[in-house]
Nanobody
Framework: QVQLVESGGGLVQPGGSLTLSCAAS????????MGWYRQSPGKEREMVATVTDFGLTNYAYSVRGRFTISRDNAKNTVYLQMNSLKFEDTAVYFC??????????WGQGTQVTVSS
């Protein structure tokens, strides 16, 4: 059973920074894509950023230039560096790993709250 453990969420003031981490364990297959998604109350889950096993990245328009996604393939870990955080970045952030044959796996989520 694949396990995804997220960490790094918390409370931060507007303009501040946080780094999220997600470590995947019990992996028996190659991870094609790793990514971060988020969900705010009353809203659908949305893609924040993804990175492929070849290093190609994709970002939501709302976070471009502020967030950076990266991955360590040796550790099966994905990171999300979040800078210049805004009130609207407040959400539960979910880690996702995807394999083309087996589908998606999700973490349990970590809360990010941007508040003054």
């Amino acid at each position: 059973q694949v396990q995804l453990v997220e960490s790094g969420g918390g409370l931060v003031q507007p303009g501040g920074s946080l780094t999220l981490s997600c470590a995947a364990s019990r992996m028996t297959f190659r991870i094609n894509t790793m990514g971060w998604y988020r969900q705010s109350p009353g809203k659908e889950r949305e893609m924040v950023a993804t990175v492929t096993d070849f290093g190609l990245t994709n970002y939501a328009y709302s976070v471009r230039g502020r967030f950076t996604i990266s991955r360590d393939n040796a550790k099966n870990t994905v990171y999300l560096q979040m800078n210049s955080l805004k009130f609207e970045d407040t959400a539960v952030y979910f880690c996702n790993v995807y394999n083309s044959g087996l589908g998606s796996y999700w973490g349990q989520g970590t809360q990010v709250t941007v508040s003054s």
